[in-house]
């Protein structure tokens, strides 16, 4: 046995070490265990493990997961992939924390590593670290087996479930894992009014090479206009923290008003967002429809034509149409529901979001809604009720003036 100290950033990244080791055809069996999975790591070591499952290699992971490091989408990855998931729901008080990377050859030599820092980018690539390297010799085999036993003893209880695509469905649909998660990582309104310091972690980042240009769609300068004295802090379209008193609001130049009216128009589509703000207008009882002036804005949004089918409406009128899980939020009473058989119907003169669950909800001109994207079969529809402190806050994210009408619409 051979015991090695690696110094990261110093002499290694442990990120070559990981995708050389996994990728190499070298070994029968590999487990990748990590009470901390970040997708941003998970996303690094992939090809290397959809390597060595096309060599042959059985590949166990065992993850830790949570509501926002570990995402459906990532982990229904390695499960395509032919790897064995098995997870932990890590809960404020109940966390799984162990680290450990172990390759098994059968007739040469394996590896444990047990790194200092958590599987995200920063943990194994640049952030400073101590990872342990056990080296055993082909005929240590007994001293290797103790340390399987070991970690199989710890794993030996009903809080470790085998993950598959059912479980995870049923996981992002009750909340304790994120569908996805993107670079932009939205604050949820709670977060962005009542938990400052949890939104404090929250990063809205943006593409230098994308041809969005977010300083003009985003207006960096926002002000929070409700009666108090009240300091809170935000993040603007760049990820900058910003603080904002809240105070009185000053009507906004027209000159800003017509730039962004502008902007519009030269703007011929919202390349790469997450999040629709909208104040609304259009309000039917089933339905909320976006006005036609952006609708041909929104093909990548709603991935337009991709998912979509013909489909005959009530008045067998045929409409391109797309089934979709319709997660509906409003803020005034905190209620939440879910319609699996919601409708997107795209036209040339306007895009309709259809269910039933709006009939449940009071919804009112001027409203505000927040169209979350979580998947290409998956939005939340946040509905911010004009009578709540939160509506001042988003209608400040509204900054796009919709040229004949007096709303407008705002992007993340």
């Keep these: 046995m051979n015991i090695k100290f690696l110094n990261q950033p110093k002499d290694i990244n442990f990120i070559d070490i990981l995708t050389e080791k996994i990728s190499s055809g070298a070994f029968s069996k590999i487990w990748i265990v990590a009470g901390f999975a970040k997708d941003s790591a998970l996303d690094m070591i992939y ?9 042959g290699t059985s590949v166990e992971c065992v993850f830790g997961v949570d509501k926002k490091n570990t995402s459906k989408d990532m982990l229904l990855k390695f499960i395509n992939l032919g790897c064995r998931v098995r997870f932990h729901i890590n809960g404020d008080n109940n966390k799984f924390e162990s ?11 394996s590896y444990v590593y047990i790194p200092g820092s958590k599987l995200s980018e920063g943990g194994v690539t640049h952030n400073y670290t101590i990872i342990e390297e056990i080296e055993y010799s082909k005929e240590e085999k007994v001293e290797f087996s103790k340390v399987k036993a070991a970690l199989e003893s710890g794993l030996s209880n009903d809080e470790f479930e085998i993950l598959t695509e059912e479980k995870l469905k049923e996981l992002a649909s009750t909340g304790e894992i994120m569908a996805r998660i993107t670079e932009r990582k939205i604050p949820s309104i709670n977060q962005l009014y009542n938990n400052q310091e949890e939104q404090s972690e929250s990063v809205v980042t943006y593409d230098e090479n994308s041809s969005t240009n977010y300083k003009d769609l985003v207006n960096k300068d926002i002000d929070i206009s409700i009666e108090s004295d009240e300091t809170i802090k935000v993040q603007d379209s760049l990820g900058e923290e910003v603080e904002h008193t809240i105070k009185s609001k000053e009507k906004e130049p027209e000159e800003k008003v017509i730039t962004r009216m502008a902007q519009i128009e030269k703007q011929p589509e919202f390349d790469n967002i997450t999040t629709l703000i909208i104040e609304l207008s259009n309000v039917v009882a089933n339905e909320i429809r976006i006005p036609s002036v952006i609708t041909s804005t929104l093909s990548k949004f709603f991935d337009y034509p991709e998912f979509f089918h013909m489909e005959k409406d009530e008045k067998d009128n045929l409409k391109e149409t797309q089934d ?51 998947n290409s079969s998956t939005y939340r529809c946040e509905i911010i009720k004009q009578n709540t402190n939160e509506y001042e806050i988003w209608k400040n994210f509204c900054t796009i003036q919709i040229k004949g009408t007096s709303k407008k619409i705002g992007v993340l």
Aim: hydrophobic residues 40%; charged residues 40%; contains cysteine.
């Design 324 to 374: 979709i899980v319709l997660e509906i939020f409003v803020n005034d009473d905190g209620s939440e529901k879910t319609d699996d058989k919601a409708k997107v119907i795209f036209t040339a003169k306007t895009t309709s979001i259809r269910t039933d669950l709006f009939k449940e909800v009071n919804i009112q001109e001027m409203d505000i809604m927040r169209l979350i994207k979580t």
């Design 47 to 55: 090809d290397a493990v959809s390597k060595a499952c096309e060599n």
């Design 99 to 109: 680290r450990m990377f172990i390759f098994e050859s059968e007739d040469d030599k």
